[in-house]
């Protein structure tokens, strides 16, 4: 059986970018020397690629909320369904 993380759902570029930042052992300073980006570049995409991954987890939460209201009878499944392509 298959599981979707919440990180496998980043951009493919956010992915790449923390596998290099993971590999470098979570050194900035290694990162910037081994791609020759600046420290804050490096820090830039760190901060966009963390913020990414907190809206991915912050919607998994809105569309578990959702769920659970459509399981309780609150909504109708069709108001379910709009409110998560909103998200």
């Given at each position: 059986q ?10 493919s570029?956010d ?18 020397e081994?791609?020759?980006?600046g420290?804050?570049a ?14 991915l987890?912050?919607n ?23 409110a998560i392509e909103?998200?």
């Amino acid at each position: 059986q298959f599981r979707q993380t919440q990180l496998s759902r980043l951009p493919s570029e956010d992915l790449e970018f923390l596998g290099r930042y993971l590999l470098a052992g979570f050194s900035i300073k290694a990162v910037a020397e081994e791609s020759g980006l600046g420290y804050v570049a490096i820090r830039n995409r760190l901060d966009r690629a963390i913020e990414s991954y907190r809206q991915l987890c912050s919607n998994e939460e809105v569309k578990r909320a959702i769920l659970e209201r459509l399981e309780k009878g609150e909504i109708s499944p069709r108001d379910a369904a709009e409110a998560i392509e909103r998200i």
